[in-house]
């Protein structure tokens, strides 16, 4: 029988035992106070044999919906996307998946040299000069920009549009609770950030302003108006992005950006309910030994062979702690690795094709739940999210979709009373016309 762990035989158990000298199990408790021991049994199912387990935790993993039995409309920050077959291929590599930090160059390569592919693809796509090799997801990427800014910058108020991803705004408050950083949000106007009430609250007390491009809501910013308004004040201009969006957005970084962020879940790394994901963080050249994390360099050795090695490692979690305003050591690189060769496999043409098809698509369904009698909510160029309204709780048509084999819309009512009965929906270029067709339908006639 083939078994995926060593089963433990009661003779292995004694072998063991008499090999460090004790008699059972618990005399290795020993040194632990009798009182403070658990006496009780744990509410637990008692053990099973593996066959008869693992057919129990497959009858409770058919229960759930997932996008290999039900179409997905849902976004909001993880998208399914195609993924290259080739991703999970190489990160099954065990020198991969098996590998910790690249402290020892001359045996990590291999590591080193994907994290710097990465770095260059994330400058390439976002317009900047350096990035680092990744973070834990885009909303802490977002929070780091926020409190790099205020370091800069010496000031201590940020502001954030309120049509940045709800979850990254509580972990900017978050972050800023610590330093003692006010944030204050910017009131939105038709789905994009009002401009006219960003330049009220303009002053010399602002560190940064932090829009999202495009939003949550789908719709696409105006970033070279906001960024004259921004550095008008002297004041740092953060912009949030989908990276696939840039495969056909002009870049932050040509519309004078000063930190780009986000999250590389568009490329190869699935949704799994949620996480790991892979935030990166990109800067102009003067802010270099500012980024949080770590960088990845490309060097040669005594020899002229080209060569990789971490950089501008001399940095708060190594020997300026009293001065740290970032205490992220680490970063995503088996994640990275996934986004890195997504979009090699993908290439320059195949991203933009992806995100062209991400446009078109999303427009059709939009016209076609026109069609079957939804309205939107905001007009407007978009990229692959739109805001519809509805007649009834989100919740109430979501749990009919289901039943249908369809995953609904984010309700954006859980995150903002003031769009209650409003489904924020994603299409992708994995949905096909007649998927598109069904979902406008089936949404049409609870609507009714």
Known sequence: MKHRYLPMTEQVQKEMLDTIGVSSVDELFEDIPEKVRFKGEYNIKKAEPETTLMKELSRMAAKNADLRSHTSFIGAGVYDH??????????????????????????????????????????????????????????????????????????????????????????????????????????HKDGVTDTAALEEMMSDEIAAVIVQYPNFFGRIEELAKLEGIVHDKKAMFVVSSNPLALGVLTPPGKLGADIVIGDAQPFGIPTAFGGPHCGYFAVTKKLMRKVPGRLVGQTVDEDGQRGFVLTLQAREQHIRRDKATSNICSNQALNALAASVAMTALGKSGVKEMAVQNIQKAHYAKQALK??????????????????????????INSALLQKGIIGGYDLGLTDSDLNHHMLVAVTELRTKEEIDTFAKELGDYHE
């Open 82 to 187: 195609y993924m290259p077959v080739i991703v999970d291929h190489v990160l099954s590599r065990s020198e991969f998946y098996t590998a910790y930090t690249p402290y020892q160059p001359e045996i990590s390569q291999g590591e080193l040299q994907a994290i710097f592919e990465f770095q260059t693809m994330i400058c390439e796509l976002t317009g900047m000069d350096v990035a680092n090799s990744s973070m834990y997801d885009g909303g802490t990427a977002l929070a780091e920009a926020a409190m790099l800014s205020a370091g800069q910058t010496k000031r201590k108020k940020v502001l954030v549009s309120s049509t940045v991803h709800p979850e990254s705004r509580d972990v900017l408050r978050s972050y800023a609770k610590g330093q003692y950083i006010e944030v204050v949000e910017i009131p």
């Open 371 to 396: 069609q079957n009698g939804l309205e939107t909510a905001f007009e407007g160029p978009s990229f692959n999210e739109f805001v519809i309204k509805t007649n009834r709780p989100v919740k109430e």
